[in-house]
Structures are given as structure tokens and as C-alpha cells.
């Protein structure tokens, strides 16, 4: 018997081959997106969580509030991690800190410096981790275990990082290697390569005592007012230890050990290690971050376009279902019953469906690698896999049944009387009525996706084409060493980048004026007492404004110097210490943290210090030498291919035991809105799978209508109609379904949108336009996609029309 059913139903499909061929198009884009979904969501939500006992694992983070505003950082006090110790000792309390820029040198020879050493510096940084992070976190060894951990000038590399040094990794336990030129380490352990999935992008892992034993060079220090997002401190509590307690004591553990004079409001808890993917306020080592509500927005996504294409497959069904009446009545009349019919049409569901679960499989097989390209995916990540084919069966299930269930009853419960006489109508097929309900349904959801995505570009485009309040364009970003070698060349080799033809300027700075780093400190203005926020600092030397085209509204910029003497501020921070005037904050002091009042020369016009998420900061440029980690050079942009060759030669004439690593300014501000450009791109290739599928759920209407009208269309021709009349009589009908979904979309795809907007501080407003062109392009496409089948419609031959019985 199920075997007839199946034989049926295939018979079927090849008799109505186009029916089949727009509903099995439908089905496996639909289920295609969905398994595309699901395996992005499931990769993200897998970040983390193969460590053993993650979900008793808490970093412990930060939070500030005073006049700015807040502020969150994953960090704590260098001192914190003995104090912490001290505080709980019932809890296994471990230490992470990561230094980016430094560079690792494989030396020819451990006695000397010399040109042919192998210089690397990580993209993911070097870090620093004592045993107990070891112990809580825990990595897999090939040599050595984290007891390694607790001896100075001590490193492990991952395998991939010890073939990359030392071509196979068995050779390189007891090898020496040095970092930042200064400190000989030894290879002591192998660790196994880190999953993709972890923000924990662990390469390079040398002992904490040795950054401890060298404080100059990574800036330790037991001053607990110096606080670091690089200094990171993880806790494993007991089962039977409430997170909540421990919060309680947390609360105000930093202002009692900083003491009264330096109170601020500074709250600590834990952060659960399950949730350090998804919280972008504290963020994360690996530099990726996803919010839980963007993968509930894709789920939705998944969700809506699935539910599109069933719908598109019930509107062509029972469309069909007219010119099946006839079939169906002579069923009934040669014995079938209804439960058997309806097996029957089920089981022609059930056919379709696996055709489209295999055509979808072939999809999502080719999109993969482009989808990996989109998103931050690896290489290696597989769609045959178990949960994923769980999945997709999971979803052909119920596929068939919502898609095949309604269809199906009312297929098989046509009366044979009146299905031989071609009595069927709309009437008994549960009226025109529904299939509009379920357009409108359709429009309904791809116009919210359209409005979205017209929304994600227009920011997207705003935040590329923002005034930021300085020059990006052909700014070239060198990083240097701070080291006091180094610096003692700075002057040479900037003199001789000048006399280049192809750059206009150069400046050594410690930070370009927009990016993530917010280095913060305490201050008086004017001999008052500490204002009740922080100023952010940038140091450069005389030439950075000139670099990076910053405008100067009153008084001048700092005098060349290698320390701190002169300050220029920016207007916010005028602003926020009371002065309307920038002329006459000129001269006033200011007293940075513990250091002598030093005078405002120059008032900077505001530039956008970090994102476009973020308002901007009250800031301090000067000069300082000593921090000085970045060399920009301002390039013609006509001459930008051989003045990046030449630069390259001065810098390793200068800089030979240092390697040469560089990016373009408007590159590195780019990465700030990554993943709002992977979820504008995703937005626009699933909005147009929305629209697609709600045509073909159209083009189904629309054919519905035809059967239904032929006599009507006939009669019309015969009394006068021109073509134009009656492809206008099919276009009234979807044009009012298109601006009742509007009506229904406009609202929520607005609530949505605005939401998502305030991540930025600065925006684009969603304006009546983004609307209009929505419906319009919704109109647009329906038109198109009806055209055809209507103008066929009012071509039709009326005679034949009117003899059709």
C-alpha cells in the first residue's frame, strides 16, 4: 500500500512538473536557509563550552560609573589576583594577560641579535598565565603539564606555533626563542591546538612570573588604580558555591583595598565563562563577540523564510487541487476512502520534500564556503554532521506535515458527485480567501526583512561616509617597539621617510587618534580638586595633528618634546569642566594623576575616538616618548604601492631586529563594525530569498486565480476587455494584498530597527523613505513576478476559455 502511494505520487509529480518543480524550488531554499542558520547558531553557541566544568567557571570583571558615564572592562588591579587569593581562598583563582605587538624572534644565535632571525608577531597576541589558569581552564598537553607555568622565562606553544618556529614540533621542547628582543625563553611544553570555537586563542603562552619580573616592559604594576582590560582574572567555584554570594563580597572589593582617598563607584562580579561569547560590553580575547539577541534574530529568520516556502507550497496545492477534482472523484467512486487519499496526497508531500531536502543539501553545500567567507567561520567546519542531519530531518518532518496536512483534507474531502461534474470551486477548497491571508502573510514577513536590510546598509553606509573629525584615507600604520634602542632611532628615521617623495607627513604616536584602546586617568583641572570623571589620554609627537589632519579651534599644539609638558584637550572635555569659550581655557592647568600641573596650549576640534557606538570621550593628547607603539606615515595617494616598498627598506634599515608589520588606518577602523557588516550582508541575502519565495507564493495566487477566472477572463475578452484591462483586474488583487502586509509590517520591522540602531550612538534616523522604497521594491518585484502569468491570462483564446468544461 505504501509502496503504491509513493508510485502515485511520483507519477504525479512528473505529470505536473512545473506544480513540482516551483514547490520542491520553494522548499529547498527554505529548508537550505534554515540549515545554514542552524549550523552558524550552533557554532556560536558551542564557543566555550568544551572545557571541562564551564559552567562553574567565572571571570571576574569590572564595572565603573562616575561623571562619563559607565564603563565596562573585562580587567582588574595587577593586585587584585594576590588580593582575591587572600579574600577567598576556598576558590581556585587563576591570571591571564595579553600583550599585544610583541614579537617573538627565533634566533640564529642565542649570543647575538642578527638579520637572519625569524621575526613573528601574532595577531592573537602573546599571553601570560600562571598554573592555577591552567588548572581552572583547561587545555589539552602533548608536553608538559601547567606546573610549567610556575617558572620565570617559561614558554609553551601550541603545535601549530611550534611548526611554524621549528618546522616539526617534537624539536622544539628545550629550544630557546625571545620575546620583544629582551627575553630569552624556553620552549617547555606543547599544547594541543585550540578549537576554533574559544575566545580563549591561546598560541603563545609564557609563565606570569616573567611579565611580574619585568614590569617596565608590560607595564606591571601594584598601583591599584591602574586598571586593564588585558589583565584578566577566572575563578572556578565549587558546585556546592553560590555565584551570588560570591557576588555580594565582590561588590565593593576593589574600593576597600584602593582606600578613601581614591573612592569611586567600582563594582565587581563574575561573569559566567558561558557567557563571555555573547556580552560585547566586556568582550573577549579572540575579538569576537556575538549578541544573544542577534542569534535569536537569525533563528527568527530561519523561522520566517521556512514558514514562507510551506506556505508557498500550500497556495500552489490547493491551487492544483481544482484541476485534480476529477482524479479525486473517480478515486472516491472506484472505492478509496478518505484516510486513504489522504495518505495518498501526503505521501506526494513526503516525495517532494525529500527532493528538496537533497536539492537542499546541495545547496547549503556550495553557499558553505561563501557563508564562511560572511561570517567567522573555520575552514574545517562540516555540514554532515549528526546534529546538522538530525536537523534537517527534524525540519523535513515538519515540513511535510504543515506544508502536506491542509492540502491533503481538503483534497481528499471532495465529494465525488460534484467533483465529476467540475462543481469544484474556490467555495470548496476553502475560498481565495485564505491563500490571500497567507500572501499577505508572506509580504508581511519579507517586507520587516527588506526594511531591515535597507535599514543595516543605510547605517553601514553612514558609519563608512561619518565625518569622524580627522583624515583616514591613504594613512599608513606601522607598529613599533617602545624599547630605548628603538626610540633612539625615531628621529633618524623619520627625517628620512620625509625626504621621501611619497609621504606628505609622519608621526610616532602611542595610539591613532579612533580605536579600542581607552587608556584613562584621574586628574585636576585648574587647582581643583579631582573632577568626578576620567580624562582619556593619547600621547604623539608635534607632527600628529598635522598626520592626521586634526583641527585646532583655539591656541596651537604641543611644542616637540620627549615627555609630558604640554596638553592639548578636546572640546568634550572643555565642555564637561564648564567652559564655553575655548579661547580662555588656554593657559589653565591640568594635574594628570600624581604628576606636576602642566598648561593647555590647544583646543582640538571633537574627533570620534572609538567607534560609532560609543560617545565621545573627554581626551588629553601630549607627547611621551617612551609609549610611543605606532609610526604613521601620511602617503600620496597617487604614489601609495612604491612609497610602501621604500618604507619597508627604511625600516628595516633601522629596525632590522624588529619585524615589519603594517596596515592601512581606514583597514583597522573598518574592523570596529565587522560583525555589523557580516549581519548588513546576511540581512541582504535572506531578505532576497524572502522576496523569491514570497513570488513564488504570488506566482501560485496568481495561477490560482487563473483556473478560477478562466470563464470570467473569456467573458470580459468577449464583451470588449482589452489586454491591459485584464492584467489590471490580476494586478488590483496583489497590489492591495502588498500594502495591507506594509500596513502589518511596517511597525514591527521599526521596533526592531530602532533597537538594533541604538548600539550607536551615532545613527541614521529611520525616516519614510526606507518604507517607501521597501514597498516599492516589494511592488516592484510582485509586478514583475505576476506580469507573466497575467498577460498569458488576458492572451488566452476566449472561445476555447468559454467551451472549457
Known amino acids: 500500500m505504501i509502496k503504491s502511494y509513493f508510485k502515485i505520487a511520483y507519477r504525479t509529480i512528473v505529470r505536473h512538473k512545473g506544480y513540482a518543480a516551483i514547490n520542491i524550488t520553494g522548499l529547498a531554499i527554505g529548508i537550505a536557509a534554515c ?48 588580593a582575591l587569593r587572600t579574600d577567598f581562598p576556598q576558590l581556585k583563582t587563576g591570571a591571564l594577560f595579553s600583550a599585544y605587538g610583541s614579537q617573538i624572534t627565533i634566533p640564529v644565535s642565542e649570543q647575538k641579535v642578527s638579520a637572519d632571525d625569524k621575526k613573528f608577531i601574532e595577531e592573537t597576541g602573546i599571553f601570560f598565565a600562571d598554573p592555577q589558569f591552567f588548572e581552572i581552564v583547561k587545555f589539552k598537553w602533548l608536553v608538559g603539564d601547567e606546573k610549567l607555568m610556575a617558572t620565570p622565562n617559561t614558554v609553551v606553544l601550541t603545535q601549530k606555533m611550534a611548526e611554524k618556529y621549528f618546522g616539526d614540533w617534537h624539536n622544539a621542547v628545550g629550544k630557546i626563542i625571545k620575546i620583544d628582543n629582551a627575553i630569552p625563553l624556553k620552549v617547555s611544553g606543547i599544547l594541543e591546538n585550540v578549537p576554533f570555537n574559544t575566545d580563549f586563542p591561546l598560541e603563545v603562552v609564557v609563565s606570569f612570573i616573567t611579565s611580574k619580573n619585568n614590569p617596565s616592559q608590560y607595564n606591571y604594576t601594584t598601583r591599584w588604580g591602574s586598571v586593564t582590560s588585558n589583565f584578566q582574572v577566572f575563578m572556578q567555584l565549587p558546585s556546592n558555591v553560590s555565584p551570588e554570594g560570591i557576588n555580594k563580597q565582590l561588590a565593593n572589593f576593589i574600593n576597600k583595598h584602593r582606600g578613601a582617598d581614591e573612592q569611586e563607584k567600582i563594582t565587581s562580579y563574575l561573569q559566567p565563562l558561558t557567557e563571555v561569547h555573547y556580552d560585547a560590553r566586556y568582550g573577549s580575547f579572540s575579538d569576537h563577540t556575538i549578541s544573544k539577541s542577534t ?152 517586507q520587516i526583512l527588506v526594511v531591515g536590510t535597507i535599514v543595516a546598509v543605510a547605517q553601514m553606509s553612514f558609519v563608512r561616509n561619518a565625518d569622524l573629525g580627522f583624515n583616514k584615507e591613504a594613512v599608513y600604520v606601522l607598529t613599533s617597539a617602545s624599547d630605548s634602542v628603538v626610540v633612539s632611532r625615531h628621529k633618524a628615521l623619520k627625517e628620512e621617510l620625509l625626504q621621501m617623495p611619497g609621504v606628505s607627513s609622519a608621526t610616532f604616536c602611542s595610539d591613532v587618534p579612533s580605536s579600542d584602546m581607552n587608556w584613562g586617568s584621574n586628574f585636576a583641572f585648574d587647582g581643583r580638586p579631582d573632577e568626578k570623571f576620567d580624562v582619556f589620554l593619547k600621547f604623539g609627537d608635534a607632527d600628529y595633528f598635522k598626520t592626521f589632519d586634526l583641527k585646532l579651534i583655539a591656541g596651537r599644539g604641543f611644542a616637540q618634546s620627549d615627555t609630558i609638558n604640554e596638553y592639548v584637550i578636546n572640546e568634550t572635555l572643555m565642555h564637561k569642566l564648564g567652559v564655553t569659550d575655548a579661547k580662555t581655557i588656554i593657559g589653565k592647568s591640568v594635574k594628570l594623576g600624581s604628576r606636576r600641573a602642566l598648561p593647555i596650549v590647544g583646543v582640538v576640534k571633537d574627533f570620534k575616538i572609538n567607534s560609532l557606538r560609543e560617545a565621545i570621550k573627554p581626551l588629553l593628547i601630549s607627547t611621551r616618548k617612551s609609549v610611543y607603539r605606532s609610526l604613521v606615515v601620511k602617503l600620496n595617494t597617487s604614489e601609495i604601492s612604491k612609497a610602501k616598498v621604500a618604507i619597508e627598506q627604511k625600516w628595516n634599515k633601522y629596525n632590522p631586529e624588529y619585524a615589519f608589520t603594517s596596515t592601512f588606518f581606514d583597514e583597522n577602523i573598518a574592523r570596529f563594525y565587522q560583525q555589523e557588516e557580516q549581519l548588513s550582508k546576511l540581512y541582504k541575502i535572506f531578505a532576497g530569498l524572502a522576496i523569491f519565495i514570497s513570488c513564488l507564493g504570488l506566482y501560485g495566487l496568481v495561477s490560482f486565480m487563473a483556473v478560477q477566472r478562466t470563464k470570467e477572463v473569456g467573458i470580459r475578452k468577449v464583451l470588449g476587455a482589452s489586454v491591459g484591462n485584464i492584467v489590471y483586474l490580476f494586478s488590483k488583487e496583489f497590489t492591495v494584498l502588498i500594502v495591507i502586509a506594509f500596513i502589518i509590517a511596517a511597525p514591527v520591522a521599526y521596533y526592531v530597527m530602532h533597537n538594533w540602531l541604538n548600539n550607536f550612538v551615532f545613527r541614521v534616523n529611520i525616516g519614510v523613505g526606507v518604507f517607501a522604497m521597501s514597498i516599492l521594491i516589494s511592488l516592484t518585484v510582485a509586478w514583475l513576478t505576476v506580469g507573466y502569468k497575467a498577460v498569458k491570462a488576458a492572451l488566452a483564446n476566449p472561445v476555447k476559455s468559454l467551451r472549457t468544461e
Open 35 to 82: 540549515l545554514l542558520l542552524f549550523l552558524v547558531i550552533r557554532f556560536e553557541m558551542s564557543y566555550n563550552s568544551f572545557f571541562p566544568d564551564n559552567k562553574n567557571i567565572y571571570r571576574v570583571v569590572t564595572d565603573s560609573h562616575d561623571a562619563n558615564g559607565a564603563d565596562y572592562t573585562p580587567g582588574v588591579p595587577y593586585p587584585a589576583l594576590d
Open 295 to 446: 542569534l535569536i534574530t537569525l533563528s527568527l529568520i530561519g523561522v520566517l523564510i521556512i514558514i514562507m516556502a510551506c506556505i508557498n507550497f500550500i497556495n500552489l496545492s490547493t491551487a492544483q487541487a481544482i484541476g485534480r477534482s476529477k482524479e479525486v472523484g473517480v478515486r472516491k467512486v472506484l472505492g478509496s476512502n478518505r484516510v486513504q487519499l489522504l495518505w495518498q496526497m501526503m505521501g506526494e508531500t513526503a516525495l517532494i520534500v525529500f527532493f528538496s531536502m537533497v536539492l537542499a543539501l546541495v545547496i547549503s553545500t556550495v553557499a558553505l564556503p561563501y557563508l564562511a567567507q560572511i561570517i567567522k567561520l573555520p575552514e574545517t567546519i562540516s555540514l554532515f554532521t549528526v546534529p546538522n542531519l538530525l536537523f534537517l530531518i527534524g525540519v523535513s518532518i515538519v515540513v511535510t506535515i504543515f506544508s502536506g496536512i491542509y492540502p491533503a483534507l481538503i483534497l481528499s474531502g471532495f465529494k465525488p458527485a460534484l467533483a465529476l461534474k467540475n462543481k469544484i470551486s474556490s467555495a470548496n477548497i476553502g475560498g481565495i480567501s485564505l491563500r490571500r491571508g497567507l500572501v499577505v502573510t508572506q509580504f508581511a514577513m519579507s
